[in-house]
């Protein structure tokens, strides 16, 4: 009873390293997200997948690419990372878009 | 633009003290209404979806509400195990496109610590 599963838990980074963060999710939702959250900012999203072969941008999206591999994966890549990009990040995936969400346990993301 | 402003920013009750927490909204077109449970170093657990104004739901301790521009999470008698950061989030229209997104605003949450 996985439910979502991002990796990794924890990263370092240095500033204008690259990396991808996995998220796989076994519900057969349709939409994937990934989100960000800051202290004090709430959750913001990034990109979003309504439903597999799409991707689009969210509300924060510079500095970040998505692929939707299949149904159950959704990969966030930060090409050049940099400090602004310090934060803990969530997969989620619902049913349909916009839809209740179900979240994966956060990637905490510390670029230095 | 939608807005959600949860207040308290934190309460900190005793063991068996009821209180109430609120989520006010600004949207065009309400399409849901969320509640979320976050423990420390955990992604949000959701709780509730309510629709429309006067709706109520239950679980265990937990009672939220709907009024046309706000939501209270009712908690009955907590325990320390309620202790956790709550978030609301709203859900706006159908988008225009079939397919697309539609889209949920999240609040700041509010810090609930429960003292035994």
């Known amino acids: 009873n996985a439910g979502v599963t991002q990796t990794p838990k924890f990263q370092v980074l240095k500033t204008g390293q690259s990396m991808t963060l996995q998220c796989a999710q076994d519900?057969?939702?349709?939409?994937m997200y990934w989100y960000r959250q800051d202290p004090g900012m709430g959750l913001r999203l990034i990109y979003y997948?309504?439903?597999?072969?799409?991707?689009d941008k969210g509300e924060v999206p510079n500095g970040y690419n998505v692929s939707r591999l299949n149904k159950r994966e959704f990969s966030l890549r930060l090409e050049s990372a940099a400090p602004s990009q310090t934060s803990v990040y969530f997969c989620?995936?619902?049913?349909?878009?916009?839809?209740?969400?179900?979240f994966g346990q956060g990637t905490r993301l510390t670029v230095v | 633009e939608d807005q959600v402003t949860q207040s308290p920013e934190a309460l900190r009750l005793q063991e068996g003290e009821s209180s109430s927490l609120n989520c006010s909204y600004t949207?065009?077109?309400?399409?849901?209404l969320f509640w979320y449970r976050q423990d420390p170093g955990k992604g949000p657990e959701f709780l509730f979806t309510?629709?429309?104004a006067g709706e109520e739901k239950e679980k265990e301790r937990l009672k939220a509400t709907l009024t046309k521009k706000e939501s209270f999470l009712h908690i009955t008698a907590p325990k320390p195990e309620d202790s956790a950061t709550y978030l609301c989030?709203?859900?706006?229209?159908?988008?225009?496109?079939?397919?697309?997104?539609?889209?949920?605003?999240f609040g700041t949450g509010t810090k609930l610590q429960v003292i035994p």
């Open positions: 997948s309504a439903s597999e072969g799409t991707t």
């Open positions: 519900m057969n939702h349709n939409s």
């Open positions: 309510l629709y429309s």
């Open positions: 949207v065009s077109g309400l399409r849901g």
């Open positions: 989620a995936s619902s049913r349909t878009s916009g839809s209740e969400a179900f």
């Open positions: 989030a709203v859900r706006g229209p159908l988008p225009r496109a079939s397919g697309g997104y539609q889209k949920v605003t």
